[in-house]
């Protein structure tokens, strides 16, 4: 079979590429380097000029992934201003789109077993994702008195759960679990009840 064709110094992507096509279609553990290799149409000793294992390999996916997430959640956020209830459920749609769209990063992100503190650029990134929710939380506390608002990075993490839980169930074919509402409005509804129950929202709002 002839080797895929790629520019010069551009491997390393290739390569990232190719995991990216093997996580989704294996799964993070189900792929070698070596056929990482073979898809990218070099040999296996061309990959360790790059990356030291597979979880380098799939670490800087992961890292790719979240630079993609962290600019879309800033883009719904800002969205739906000046509202932060707005601004907060169009994040969390755009934590299902990426979720649908980018499929083989969003399980090196949150599948593989890899930590967000392998290195510090991919825990650099992950934060800034994480932060877009906690901004949000904190705006929608405003009106309540500083010591009674919840802590705005245990809501955001509150909410960020509720996102992945949907996207779990939901959101990716897992079989036998059907819902009669979408995903956008199972979680829409859910964000609702959960800022209603923390008093974060009128509760006949």
Not at 19 to 34: D, N, Q, V
Not at 42 to 68: C, K, M, N, S, W
Not at 123 to 150: F, K, M, Q
């Amino acid at each position: 079979m002839p080797k895929r064709g790629y520019h010069h110094g551009n491997l390393r992507q290739a390569l990232v590429e190719a995991a990216l096509t093997l996580i989704e279609a294996k799964g993070p553990t189900g792929f070698t380097l070596s056929e990482a290799a073979k898809q990218a149409g070099v040999t296996p000793a061309a990959v360790y000029r790059h990356f030291a294992g597979r979880e380098d390999l799939i670490a800087e996916a992961a890292r790719q992934g979240y630079v993609i997430f962290a600019e879309a959640m800033e883009h719904a956020y800002e969205s739906g201003q000046p509202s932060a209830l707005t601004s907060l459920e169009a994040a969390g749609r755009a934590y299902l789109t990426f979720a649908k769209d980018h499929a083989g990063h969003y399980i090196a992100m949150f599948e593989s077993g890899v930590s967000v503190n392998r290195t510090p650029e991919l825990a650099a990134i992950s934060g800034r994702a994480r932060a877009v929710l906690e901004h949000a939380a904190e705006a929608l506390s405003h009106h309540i008195p500083p010591d009674r608002r919840p802590p705005p990075s245990m809501v955001s993490a509150h909410i960020w759960a509720l996102s992945h839980g949907v996207v779990e169930l939901f959101a990716r074919n897992s079989p036998g679990t059907h819902s009669p509402f979408s995903p956008e409005d199972l979680l829409e509804s859910g964000i609702g009840v959960y800022l209603r129950g923390l008093g974060l929202l009128p509760r006949d709002g």
